[in-house]
């Protein structure tokens, strides 16, 4: 029977391993295991500390069915919601007073960090993950 589980281990400066409860935030040494299987928390363990990064299979898939969007600028999230509008780059430009090329750029900047490569799937992405106001 497998299930997924999962724990954090700090890695202490000569080397040892040393459990941590789940909600220790953002350590810089800490490390959270994924383990869809008891028999690999071993061998997940030594990957990590070989500084290998281990996700589940089926974490992964969800990672790669619905990828986390990085933090937006308070400029690109403004763009967003301009195109999310339907507004052109024209109209943008008007809007906040800068050049339509400037608008490009921020639209391309957008669209590269959201992994697409036209306004309607930024505009898909942004009403599916709620990065607007409709």
Do not use: W
């Not at 030594?46 to 299979?57: F, H, L, Q, V």
């Not at 619905?66 to 308070?74: D, E, G, T, Y």
């Amino acid at each position: 029977m497998s299930c997924i589980s999962y724990f954090t281990f700090r890695i202490l400066p000569n080397g040892r391993l040393k459990q941590q409860c789940p909600n220790i935030g953002g350590a810089a040494n800490a490390h959270t295991i994924y383990v869809y299987r008891r028999c690999r928390i071993v061998t997940t363990i030594r990957k990590i500390a070989a500084g290998e990064t281990c996700i589940s299979p089926d974490i992964q898939r969800q990672l790669e069915a619905n990828p986390p969007i990085p933090k937006l600028s308070a400029r690109q999230a403004e763009v967003l919601q301009m195109v999310v509008d339907g507004k052109t780059s024209k109209e943008i430009a008007s809007v906040l007073g800068i050049r339509p090329d400037s608008v490009d750029a921020v639209t391309r900047a957008l669209f590269e960090k959201m992994n697409v490569s036209s306004r309607t799937e930024a505009v898909a992405i942004a009403l599916r993950k709620q990065l607007v106001k409709i």
